[in-house]
C-alpha cells in the first residue's frame, strides 16, 4: 500500500523557516515525481513545488520561487520542502503527493495519491 | 482572469446527475491539456478520481465508481465531471487541474451538496 507520511509543520513567526518532509513507502520512490500542494484555512489547492523522479528537474510556484526548495533523498525515500522567508500567507496545510506513473517526466502526469497534510502556520 | 474557473457550489438530488465544468481562459484550448479530477472532503486530503484529455486517453482511479466520468465540452473550452446517480457520500469539494506554462494549477473548486 502507498503510503505519504509528511511531518516538520509547526508554528513559526514571520521571516522564519522551517523544513517539511514526506515519508514514503509501499512503492518504488525514485521512480515517480514528487510534488508539494498546500491549501489555506478554508481555501482551494494551491501546487507548490515538484521535482522529478531522479531529482534533476524542479519546479515552484511563482508564490514560492527564491524561498522554497525542494529535494528527494531516493535512498532514503523521502522528499524534504525547505522553506524560507515565511509570510503569512504560507499558512496552510502541506500535502506531498506522488505522480501517476514512473519513469516519466514531472509535467507529463499528475499526483495521484496524497499524503494526510502537515499544517504550518505563520504567525507572530 | 484565472486559468481554470469552477462554479463555487452546485446542489443535487440524490440519483440525480450532477454536471460539474472547469471552464479555461479565453485563449487556452482545453482540448491540448489532461485534465485530473480530485474529491476532497472535509478533513482529508485530495482524492484522485480520474483523469481526462481524450477517450483514448484517459485514466479512472482505483476503486473509483463508474459513475464518475470525465469528458470536454470543446465549444464551452471546458472539461467535465460528471456523477451519474449522485449520492450522499458525493457530497464534497471537487478540484480540477492541468500542467499550464510550468505549473500545475487547480481550479478554484466547487462544493456539491447533495440535498
Known amino acids: 500500500e502507498v503510503q505519504l507520511l509528511e511531518s516538520g509543520g509547526t508554528l513559526v513567526q514571520p521571516g522564519g523557516s522551517l523544513r517539511l518532509s514526506c515519508a514514503a513507502s509501499g512503492f518504488t520512490f525514485g521512480s515517480y515525481a514528487m510534488t508539494w500542494v498546500r491549501q489555506a484555512p478554508g481555501k482551494g489547492l494551491e501546487w507548490v513545488s515538484g521535482?522529478?523522479?531522479?531529482?534533476?528537474?524542479?519546479y515552484y510556484s511563482d508564490s514560492v520561487k527564491g524561498r522554497f526548495i525542494i529535494s528527494r533523498d531516493n535512498s532514503e525515500n523521502t522528499l524534504d520542502l525547505q522553506m524560507n522567508s515565511l509570510r503569512a500567507e504560507d499558512s496552510a496545510v502541506y500535502y506531498c503527493?506522488?505522480?501517476?506513473?514512473?519513469?516519466?517526466?514531472?509535467?507529463?502526469?499528475?499526483?495521484?495519491?496524497w499524503g494526510q497534510g502537515t499544517t504550518v502556520t505563520v504567525s507572530s | 482572469q484565472a486559468v481554470l474557473t469552477q462554479p463555487a457550489s452546485l446542489s443535487a438530488s440524490p440519483g440525480a446527475s450532477a454536471r460539474l465544468t472547469c471552464t479555461l481562459r479565453s485563449g487556452v484550448s482545453v482540448d491540448t491539456y489532461r485534465m485530473y479530477w480530485y474529491q476532497q472532503k472535509p478533513g482529508s486530503p485530495p482524492q484522485y478520481l480520474l483523469r481526462?484529455?481524450?477517450?483514448?486517453?484517459?485514466?479512472?482511479g482505483y476503486g473509483v465508481p463508474s459513475r464518475f466520468s470525465a469528458s470536454k465540452d470543446a465549444s464551452a473550452n471546458a472539461g467535465i465531471l460528471l456523477i451519474s446517480g449522485v449520492q450522499s457520500e458525493d457530497e464534497a469539494d471537487y478540484y480540477c487541474?492541468?500542467?499550464?506554462?510550468?505549473?500545475?494549477?487547480f481550479g478554484g473548486g466547487t462544493k456539491v451538496n447533495v440535498l
Open positions: 487541474m492541468i500542467w499550464h506554462s510550468s505549473a500545475w494549477v
Open positions: 503527493a506522488k505522480h501517476q506513473y514512473s519513469g516519466w517526466d514531472y509535467y507529463f502526469y499528475g499526483p495521484d495519491v
Open positions: 481526462y484529455k481524450s477517450d483514448s486517453d484517459k485514466h479512472q
Open positions: 521535482i522529478s523522479y531522479s531529482g534533476d528537474s524542479t
